[in-house]
């Protein structure tokens, strides 16, 4: 089992849909949590941190669940600015500075 | 500026060459991680770093070398040894100590092997 693993995609929807997505997580002991975002042949930038009790930054949410291992970030009212690939990251068992990226969520919001 | 400066942007090696990418920061962070992207493919340790002087192997150092003699400079070498060395290189640097800190990322560098 990948240590990070997220929905396969692309997921295109229109502007002003609801997306989601999700991602789990394989070891139980994490604590970081994070959701980067990735635009075509750039850096990624850290999107939201992911609290214990779930965040929110404007028309993005980030909830975390510990029982079931899964993170996962809503986007609410897309824009056609919003369309990029969302990186889940974790920290790995037994290391407390060393991040682990899932492959990533290919997002297109289309007009 | 505060931030992360990777060069060059873009590289171009012939096969059983040895390649030299630069990773510069002024932010003052301690911990400093060298990252591989392949196409549609998440990010992979090479190195990581988290004081002057040491570093630590990731997930597939092999074929990779790195120094860390001053705490602005974390220079990766590409070695002939890497088998398939094409690939986008980013270098990052963390925050905070233990389990918080955020990843900043440089602009990345670009390696293609001829």
């Known amino acids: 089992r990948k240590e990070v693993e997220q929905d396969p995609g692309p997921f295109n929807v229109p502007e002003g849909a609801t997306v989601a997505f999700n991602c789990t997580y394989s070891?139980?002991?994490?604590?970081?949590f994070f959701w980067y975002r990735q635009d075509c042949r750039k850096e990624p930038k850290l999107l939201m941190s992911?609290?214990?009790s779930g965040n929110e930054d404007g028309r993005f949410t980030a909830q975390l669940n510990r029982a079931s291992q899964y993170i996962s970030l809503l986007i609410r009212d897309s824009k056609l600015s919003d369309s990029a690939t969302y990186l889940c990251?974790?920290?790995?068992?037994?290391?407390?500075?060393?991040?682990?990226f899932g492959s990533g969520t290919q997002l297109t919001v289309l007009p | 500026d505060g931030g992360i400066t990777q060069s060059p942007k873009y590289l171009f090696r012939k096969e059983g060459q040895n390649v030299t990418l630069s990773c510069e920061q002024n932010?003052?962070?301690?911990?400093m991680y060298w990252y591989r992207q392949d196409p549609g493919q998440g990010l992979r340790l090479i190195y990581y770093?988290?004081?002057?002087?040491?570093?630590q192997k990731g997930d597939i150092a092999e074929g990779y070398s790195v120094s860390r003699e001053k705490k602005e400079s974390f220079p990766l070498t590409v070695t002939s040894a890497q088998k398939n060395p094409t690939a986008f290189y980013l270098c990052?640097?963390?925050?905070?100590?233990?389990?918080?800190?955020?990843?900043?990322f440089g602009e990345g560098s670009r390696l293609t092997v001829l």
């Open positions: 070891n139980s002991a994490s604590q970081s």
């Open positions: 932010l003052n962070h301690d911990a």
């Open positions: 992911v609290y214990s």
């Open positions: 770093s988290q004081i002057v002087n040491d570093f």
């Open positions: 990251v974790v920290n790995r068992a037994g290391s407390a500075r060393q991040l682990t």
């Open positions: 990052a640097t963390r925050t905070g100590t233990g389990v918080t800190g955020e990843l900043f």
